[in-house]
């Protein structure tokens, strides 16, 4: 099927991806890919999980893979280990899917400074911003919940250590890809806050 994201393209929208998840989370993958599992990050996943989708088969290749080829002006989030896994076919067979990305004319930053200097985006000069090897970490942390945990006293949340200064935050990735596709055609941007679902999974209301 279809994506939204290709649809707006087809249309002659900017278009932006953005998530508090691994970029090939579900909900950000499904808006640049097409393949059989969700789990299919990079071309290692995919040999194991869904071959018919690997490129040396004829496929449209991993979830990263199909990143690359889609080009949304400004995709941000996390998911920067997968980009590290190499090509096995096609024309970057052997390099990494990072050193693919650049080749391909994306704009890489790794931290809110980065993202900050940043001033334009478009199809020739993507931007893709990876501020985390995995999910970006939550802004809190506490105990997890407990059976019976609600007839206890309350806890207090704390900042979590390892949301840094240098990781940008949900507003300020939102505020960021809004500028750099708003113009008179208008635009199609998707926005995720994934550790509400992540976190809830997890028993912990703190990151939640």
Same mark, same amino acid.
């Given at each position: 099927h279809e994506t939204i994201l290709e649809m707006a393209q087809e249309a002659g929208l900017r278009t932006g991806n953005v998530s508090t998840a691994e970029?090939?989370?579900? $909900?950000?993958?499904?808006?640049?890919?097409?393949?059989?599992?969700?789990?299919?990050?990079?071309?290692?996943?995919?040999a194991e999980e869904c071959p018919e989708a690997l490129l040396e088969d004829g496929g449209p290749g991993s979830i990263t893979e199909q990143y690359l080829e889609a080009r949304a002006d400004v995709t941000l989030g996390g998911g920067a280990e997968t980009?590290?896994?190499?090509?096995v076919a096609?024309?970057?067979?052997g390099m990494t899917l990072m050193e693919q990305a650049e080749d391909r004319g994306?704009?890489?930053? $790794?931290?809110?400074?980065?993202?900050?200097?940043?001033?334009?985006a478009d199809e020739d000069a993507p931007v893709l911003g990876l501020f985390s090897e995995g999910n970006m970490p939550v802004r809190w942390e506490g105990p997890l919940?407990?059976?019976?945990?609600?007839?206890?006293?309350?806890?207090e949340c704390t900042e979590h250590d390892e949301r840094?200064?240098?990781?940008?935050?949900?507003? $300020?990735? $939102?505020?960021?890809?809004i500028e750099l596709l708003d113009d008179d055609e208008g635009f199609f941007l998707q926005v995720e806050g994934a550790s509400i679902d992540k976190e809830n999974h997890a028993h912990n209301p703190c990151g939640q």
């Open positions: 970029i090939q989370d579900a $909900t950000p993958a499904a808006l640049v890919s097409h393949i059989s599992q969700r789990g299919c990050y990079g071309p290692e996943e995919t980009f590290e896994q190499e090509a096609g024309d970057w067979e994306y704009q890489i930053v $790794t931290d809110a400074d980065e993202l900050g200097a940043v001033d334009s919940a407990t059976e019976g945990g609600a007839e206890e006293g309350a806890e840094t200064d240098d990781i940008p935050d949900l507003a $300020t990735m $939102t505020d960021k890809a």
